[in-house]
């Protein structure tokens, strides 16, 4: 930062260190605190087993209530963790979960985990879900976990419920049949295996994504 000076200089002065400091904890002060944990926090547990390990994983996502008691009383999570017997994955896995809590307790927006991490393809090949689902690596569906646990307290919309897509998906299912909507193919915008091919377009039933030609 530089100040023009107008007047003569008659005396200086060196700042001195505490006086720098106080103006940098002015401007920590503008961003949000963060999150204070409760002695008692209320929080789910999912389990998800994949092909690639013998064992199951257990994600507890466990959340604050912020402003309780009030009208704009809500749910935020605050930490996560991971429990499996797979010790193959110990590293990885206390290493994401560190830094997600650490994102989830900074506050603000952290709906963007959910893409990010579904975004994660395992270039050993991705599986199938029971249900027919495909995952492309455990991280997505930790990803697809989180954002399970994010609708069910309401900080994030499930699958997309527009009109128009609520159509296409009753359009697809009398055109294509059941079958042809579970063979649905890979949709490159969301991963979701839900891609259909309508009225010469190919439409993602999950995220409406569409292209035609
Ligand atoms: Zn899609």
Redesign the pocket.
Known sequence: MSIKIESKITAYEVAKPEDEAAKKESNVASIAPLLERDEVLVGSTYKIKTPHSEHAMYITINDVIVNQGEANEHRRPFEIFINTKNMEHFMWIVTLTRIISAIFRKGGDITFLVEELKAVFDPRGGYYKKGGKYMPSIVAEIGEVIQKHLVSIGMMEGQLQTEELIAKRIEAEEKLGKDGVANASQ?D??S?M??VRLDNCNC?L????SKCG
């Open positions: 949709c915008k969301c979701a839900a891609v993602c999950e995220c409406g994504d």
